[in-house]
């Protein structure tokens, strides 16, 4: 009782500390503090970029536990309350930041029984990183150096703890212009144009879901000067996400050629952008079904109900599984992430750090 009652503490401490992606400065020194006055690390590294890393020394191979510092917006003065249902929210007029708090809490809690308690566990490297949330996350041009794991955890899935992800999407933003030339509008037959181009291409390609694991987007179109011309230029932003980086260059070959062909067709022209914004992964290789087994058996015996799904979102997970590290992504018992309606139960918040003590033997 005692314990948990110092988790949510923590966690009550930690969500009013405003860390909003780029301003997570305060914040870090604050951790930086704890760990130091409280010994719970004698080797914490802070790189340029602002990412924490901290070494507890064990036995066997190393670990990776990783939580990111930051929060979205409105994540300014957040006061956290304990509601009589056992919950943990804000007050409506911000977000709480259990995403992904939540985990910071659960490490330092995890830290403390270490510190007190003579547990057998695994050499431990713990990365706290900065501005996860924004579109340049702080792990994009991590030092991978400093990690000597070759797996490792994160909980950034806001989904009950037991939730194991498997895989995650490769991300490629595509801008499109279609080029064609003006005329007036009572003279169509002198204007190559460029919304003809777009209807044809959208004649030869599939929107939406393209298959099981991939997905395409025109999020926005915009183009035309004014009503009475036609329209020479059409811009196009769109993405496509697959969890296979396979599909997503066949994909996007297929893209190429009918913007090729619809160009060609109405004697216009295009540009074409394609730009892969993050790596994904499919947790399929011999190593990651392993540990995913091993996991599985640990959540069962914690009657934790394990669920295994595919994940469209990105974290910083995908980033360290592209540098060689097998890093699982598991849900961290938040509800209503980005929103004024964000929450956590208190039994999720202490499954969590459960959890992560059972993982690291
Ligand atoms: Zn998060």
Redesign the pocket.
């Known amino acids: 009782m005692h314990k948990n009652s110092r988790l949510v503490n923590t966690f009550l401490n930690i969500v009013q500390i405003d860390s909003p992606s780029g301003e997570e400065d305060n914040f870090a020194k604050f951790l930086i503090n704890i760990l130091k006055k409280e010994n719970l690390s004698t080797n914490i590294i802070r790189d340029k970029r602002g990412n924490l890393v901290v070494y507890l020394e064990g036995e066997g191979k190393p670990l990776l536990l990783l939580a990111?510092m930051d929060t979205v917006e409105p994540g300014r003065g957040i006061h956290a309350k304990i509601n009589k249902d056992g919950y943990i929210e804000s007050t409506g007029e911000t977000i709480l930041g259990a995403?992904?708090k939540a985990a910071v809490a659960s490490f330092i809690e995890v830290l403390r029984i270490l510190k007190e308690e003579i547990i057998k566990h695994r050499p431990l490297e713990i990365v706290f990183t900065v501005n996860?949330?924004s579109s340049n996350p702080g792990v994009s041009n991590f030092d991978y150096s400093l990690i000597s794991s070759k797996e490792g955890f994160l909980f950034?899935s806001a989904l009950p703890v037991g939730t194991v992800i498997t895989a995650a999407p490769f991300y490629m933003s595509i801008n499109i212009e279609f080029v064609g030339k003006e005329a007036h509008a009572s003279r169509p037959e002198e204007a190559i144009n460029a919304v003809l181009i777009l209807k044809e291409f959208l004649n030869k390609i599939e929107i939406g879901r393209l298959d099981f694991e991939t997905t395409f987007n025109i999020g926005i179109i915009e183009g035309g000067v004014v009503r009475n011309t036609v329209p020479s230029h059409l811009y196009l932003k769109c993405e496509l996400r697959s969890l296979s980086y396979e599909k997503m260059i066949f994909y996007q070959k297929l893209i190429k050629e009918s913007l090729t062909a619809s160009a060609k067709k109405l004697s216009g022209r295009f540009k074409a952008d394609f730009i892969l914004e993050n790596p994904g992964y499919n947790h399929n290789s011999n190593g990651a079904i392993t540990i995913k087994n091993n996991l599985i058996k640990v959540l069962k015996r914690m009657n934790l109900n394990p669920k295994e799904i595919l994940s469209w979102g990105v974290?910083d997970g995908n980033y360290f599984n592209n540098n060689g590290i097998i890093c699982f992504n598991l849900g961290d018992g938040c509800e209503n992430?980005h929103q004024l309606r964000e929450r956590i139960k208190i039994s999720e918040l202490e499954n969590l750090t459960r959890l992560i003590l059972e993982l690291i033997k």
Do not use: R
């Open positions: 990111h995403d992904n996860e949330e950034d974290s992430p």
